[in-house]
């Protein structure tokens, strides 16, 4: 596109080039067509040998002087000569009696002469200062290339940020940490009166979609102070020194707008470890870290300047820009408990028009370990499930659909099963189902369906859990190995053969006891020791210095525990399943007849039965 673009733009001068050449030329008019060696001898011998027919003499102002248009018998091409004695060439034509016609001079043609020059000139002028105007206000391209030391943040005003405190829900100690920053921002007379020095920076650290950003803008828009933010990819070019000049010219804004928030966003993209790299100190990263580290330091004390960035991989930040001067303060935004989840969704359902049967405090429930970012999509999904059904208002059964589709996979009613397939997942869903129901400390089962979803699986067990976990306990792991072997024991209890549908159940189940004899210490055989590999490390210099931390002869204990917390789990796990066996059947039938279950469908199934077994497991 921009090449066809330029191409035109040198036709179109071209063209206007041609014309005004064209013109000039024409208005210089015939008397510089002469240029030939046609002289007064020659004219003399070609009078005296009658050759010559008629003349047309042309004097110039500064007379005698003037050019000569000769014209032939013999029908030869008309000759033109400049004659310094017009005068004496008039006198031989009518002395050889030959007719001669004395023109008068032509008067200069002003439009030609003088305007038509100057018209050409402006416009030629006009077409390059648009040519250079383009090359600089152009947004892609070569035509950057002026503009690459610039920095490309983009800064919004108080009036442009209308973002609070108030629009940031379920994050409450992380707001509380962030008053002190807005109250600097508006008044810091107050801070500097005491001698406090407010934090130079403030590092937002947590997982994708717990509302980092959203966080400083709301510090922004609270204390009504310019807000540059810029992600940290923005730094960087495959030109070297552009990602420093860029942070030069940043901080320079920065400087004439202060007070003001500068947010860089995902700043690991530009702030990793030193020394981590394959262009050793001279990585263009590398050069821009040492230039971020320069400009945070060379803040005056209360300049009015606070950096704020985020990122959810702090663990591969240097070190430098983690010292106290540069980012003072570490808050981490967590996800959600069921309380801010819930919190949460009431802010993203005002503008959404909801039925009486939702219930936001069992939604919160069902979606623990949901980001700010996750409850928001799936109130949007919701939304469009009940556009679909030509409806003005979101339903509970709405709500129910977008979790499975975010959080599964969106049902495929139409895909055809066997009689046998279903049968089997039916079993299969029912074994995890019962130990949800049993277990003390798994929650209660909320759906179980046999219908296949768009990630693969054949069915799915749904728990509720009533309560966010701040940790987990060796009794609460052990049970959630249990419940992720209970399909395969129903398949076998009920079949005597297997199937491959287990394989992620049985892939959970082996991580989950690696960790508790690797990571939590959680063996008397092997002892609270970690010999957890740290997998987080991926930087080809640490990569290539990896050890182990432990010899081959651990590395086979710690299989064979493993084995062994899976062997037993696995046994207590059947034995519940086969005390519960007339369940298994029951519910395998009402899932191949309704293919869908809730909850208290599956709990009027256990009516008869004491729940309650001797669940604690010796390791």
């Not at 004390?301 to 001067?325: C, F, Q």
């Not at 398949?491 to 939590?520: C, H, L, N, P, W």
Request: negative net charge; proline residues 3%; contains cysteine.
């Amino acid at each position: 596109m921009n090449r066809s673009k330029n191409f035109n733009s040198i036709f179109i001068f071209v063209i206007i080039l041609l014309i005004a050449v064209v013109i000039l030329e024409y208005g210089r008019g015939f008397t510089e067509k002469g240029g030939t060696s046609y002289s007064r001898s020659n004219l003399e011998s070609d009078v005296s040998r009658g050759r010559v027919r008629f003349a047309v003499i042309m004097p110039n102002a500064e007379t005698p002087t003037g050019s000569v248009r000769v014209s032939f018998n013999d029908n030869s091409d008309d000759v033109v000569f400049y004659s310094t004695d017009v005068t004496s060439i008039e006198t031989l034509l009518a002395d050889n009696g030959i007719n001669a016609e004395v023109r008068d001079i032509p008067a200069e043609n002003i439009l030609i002469s003088g305007i038509i020059p100057i018209i050409v000139g402006v416009i030629v002028m006009v077409f390059v200062f648009s040519l250079f105007s383009n090359a600089q206000n152009a947004n892609s391209g070569n035509s950057r290339m002026m503009n690459f030391g610039k920095s490309r943040a983009r800064m919004s005003t108080g009036e442009d940020n209308k973002i609070t405190l108030g629009d940031v829900a379920g994050l409450k100690e992380e707001k509380e940490q962030l008053a002190e920053i807005i109250e600097f921002l508006k008044d810091p007379e107050k801070f500097t009166k005491v001698g406090a020095r407010i934090p130079k920076g403030v590092l937002l650290e947590g997982a994708p979609g717990t509302g980092k950003t959203l966080l400083a803008r709301a510090v922004a828009g609270e204390a009504k102070v310019p807000f540059f933010s810029i992600s940290g990819s923005d730094f960087v070019e495959m030109f070297v020194g552009v990602g420093a000049s860029r942070v030069r010219d940043l901080f320079a804004e920065a400087k004439k707008n202060s007070p003001c928030i500068v947010f860089i966003d995902e700043i690991d993209a530009v702030a990793r470890r030193r020394g981590t790299g394959m262009g050793g100190g001279h990585d263009e990263r590398e050069q821009t870290l040492n230039q971020m580290l320069v400009e945070m330091d060379g803040f005056g004390v209360n300049e009015g300047i606070i950096v704020m960035a985020a990122t959810n991989r702090v663990d591969i930040l240097d070190p430098a820009i983690l010292r106290p001067g540069r980012f003072d303060r570490k808050i981490t935004v967590s996800r959600p408990d069921v309380g801010g989840r819930e919190e949460i969704l009431k802010v993203h359902a005002r503008n959404k028009p909801l039925a009486e049967d939702v219930n936001i405090r069992q939604v919160a429930q069902t979606t623990a370990g949901f980001t700010g970012a996750d409850l928001e999509n799936l109130l949007n999904e919701s939304a469009i499930n009940a556009a679909v059904d030509n409806r003005q208002f979101i339903k509970q059964d709405d709500i129910n659909r977008a979790f499975i589709q975010v959080g599964i996979g969106t049902e495929k009613h139409s895909r055809i099963i066997s009689d046998k397939e279903k049968k089997i997942t039916a079993y299969h869903e029912t074994g995890h189902a019962i130990l949800f129901h049993v277990l003390p400390d798994v929650g209660p089962v909320h759906t179980i369906s046999i219908i296949p979803t768009g990630l693969g699986a054949a069915g799915y067990t749904m728990p509720l859990p009533e309560n966010d976990d701040m940790f987990m306990t060796k009794r609460r792991m052990l049970q959630d190995i249990m419940v992720s072997l209970g399909g395969r024991i129903a398949e076998e209890i009920v079949f005597g053969d297997i199937t491959t549908g287990a394989s992620s159940d049985i892939r959970k189940a082996t991580q989950e006891a690696r960790s508790m004899v690797t990571k939590y210490g959680m063996s008397d055989s092997i002892g609270v020791v970690n010999y957890d590999d740290n997998e987080e490390d991926v930087f080809i210099g640490y990569d290539i210095s990896h050890t182990k931390k432990h010899s081959e002869l651990v590395a086979g204990e710690i299989d064979k525990e493993v084995k062994s917390i899976i062997d037993r789990c696995y046994k207590k796990a059947t034995e519940i399943i086969l005390q519960y066996e007339d369940v298994l059947h029951k519910s395998a039938a009402l899932l191949v007849e309704k293919e869908k279950i809730g909850r208290e469908e599956f709990e009027k199934l256990f009516e008869g039965h004491e729940p309650g077994m001797n669940l604690e497991i010796e390791i």
